[in-house]
């Protein structure tokens, strides 16, 4: 998997890099990131990217000339513009997303990015939530980190992510580690007893538990889509 992102400051994306799991992923080649800097691909004096928008309203506007320029070379990938009036990310999205071989990322600025663009060059629009936020950088990292993760090998076992809670529908439950109590804190006993069965039907109704509080609609949509075995409608039963 090879994703490109245009940007007008890549100095952003450096901490993103050299840490942790996409880090790591970098230096074992599963997955391959290029940052381009879209202010090399202008050719004025002034190096200028932006410019204030036609019919006023204030803000700037990403211009046309230098991203056709660079997206001339990245033709063959998909192309996403991550903008507030895109497609909302789900992990469906990033699971299709996954599968191609080539993405370029145009991390939107400012009010956006000239029309002209978007109908010629862009592929898919993506907003990552209904909120608003500076700008598309920081959209364009948690598109690529969610992307990434999927890649095989990137993440240490598949079983963490086969146990997504946006994987089986479900939010996770809850997870302690050492020490087994601290300020007189304990951590359940079923967790400590070594009984894998037991244990898995816990974290099973936990998180059957949870997702009844905190999020019903994912329920719905788990019980909509029959996608509910034996096990969890018992547990659901004693839940409720
Ligand atoms: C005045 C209308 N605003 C649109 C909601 C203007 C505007 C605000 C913020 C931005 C910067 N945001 C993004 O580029 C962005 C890109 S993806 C995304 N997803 C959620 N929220 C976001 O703000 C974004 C761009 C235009």
Known sequence: MKI???TLFPDMFSGFLNESIIKRALEKELIKINVINIRDFTFDKHKQVDDTPFGGGGGMVLKPEPLFRVLEKFKKSKIIYTSPQGKTLTQNLVK??????EITIIAGHYEG???RVIEELVDLEISIGDYVLTGGELPAMIITDAISRLIPGVLGN???????????????????TRPAEYNGLKVPEVLLSGHHKNIEIWRKKESIKRTYIRRPDLLEKKL??????KLEIKLLDEIK
């Open 4 to 6: 490109n992102i245009l």
């Open 96 to 101: 299709d997303l996954s599968k191609e071989k």
């Open 113 to 115: 990015i000239d029309e």
């Open 158 to 176: 598949t079983a963490s992510y086969e146990n997504d809670s946006f994987y089986n529908g479900l939010l996770d439950y809850p997870h302690y």
């Open 224 to 229: 909509e889509n029959k996608e509910f075995s």
